[in-house]
């Protein structure tokens, strides 16, 4: 990820990470090219990220060949599995979750 002069990301990132703990488990829903997902996974959080374009995840590991969360796209089998669908993205996330979780949109 790029900083750009007049970027609202460290803002973003500290309202993000004022709802979390270390221990906190994110799903970063419509991930694109990592902009939340990359900074708070170098700073230590336990980050997947989810996207239905394989162009943005393509984009995400190229800018960032070094870093490693857990990344899906729509075709990955971990998705199949959940039965995770554009169709039933909403449903399934509020069912994946837990009753104690934060929705940050």
Do not use: W
Not at 34 to 63: A, N
Not at 84 to 103: F, Y
């Amino acid at each position: 990820y790029q900083f750009k002069e007049k970027d609202h990301l460290p803002k973003e990132l500290a309202l993000i990470e004022s709802l979390l703990t270390k221990k906190s488990k994110i799903l970063d829903v419509v991930c694109g090219t990592g902009r939340h997902t990359i900074p708070l996974f170098l700073k230590g959080y336990d980050i997947t990220g989810f996207d239905f374009s394989q162009t943005m995840l393509d984009r995400m590991r190229e800018k960032n060949p070094d870093v490693f969360p857990d990344i899906y796209g729509s075709q990955d089998d971990q998705l199949k599995y959940f039965n995770i669908t554009e169709e039933n993205l909403v449903a399934s996330i509020k069912k994946a979750c837990e009753a104690q979780s934060k929705l940050v949109a």
